[in-house]
């Protein structure tokens, strides 16, 4: 079992920039692939960015490659993810979440946060 804590979320001018961490309970962190989905009103959830175990690969969707990234720090049990240049088509709540293998569609993911909310304003 993995709980997932996400923060570093909020209200933000177009071309700005926030960190949203995405903090882990359990000694498991490590063995897990860690991702970040978003979710804008009215919406599916749709994949952002994803990060192997030790961090050597990551994945990103089209419309973030860029702009995002995503980092992980295995002994803190925390995943990352540096968002710049940011547009008001960023605005979604921001999930953190854990899987035994990336994928780009949510259904395959195991366990999730709460989401924290980013609004960029035009």
């Known amino acids: 079992q993995v709980q997932l804590v996400e923060s570093g979320g909020g209200l933000v001018q177009a071309g700005g920039s926030l960190r949203l961490s995405c903090a882990a309970s359990?000694?498991?962190?490590?063995?897990?692939?860690m991702g970040w989905f978003r979710q804008a009103p009215g919406k599916e959830r749709e994949f952002v960015a994803s990060?192997?175990?030790?961090?050597?690969?990551?994945y990103y969707a089209d419309s973030v490659k860029g702009r995002f990234t995503i980092s992980r720090d295995n002994a803190k049990n925390t995943v990352y993810l540096q968002m710049n240049s940011l547009k008001p088509e960023d605005t979604a709540v921001y999930y953190c979440?854990?899987?035994?293998?990336?994928?780009?569609?949510?259904?395959?993911?195991?366990?999730w946060g709460q989401g924290t909310q980013v609004t960029v304003s035009s």
């Open positions: 979440a854990a899987a035994r293998i990336t994928h780009s569609q949510a259904k395959f993911w195991d366990y």
């Open positions: 990060i192997t175990l030790s961090g050597a690969t990551t």
């Open positions: 359990g000694r498991t962190f490590s063995t897990y692939t």
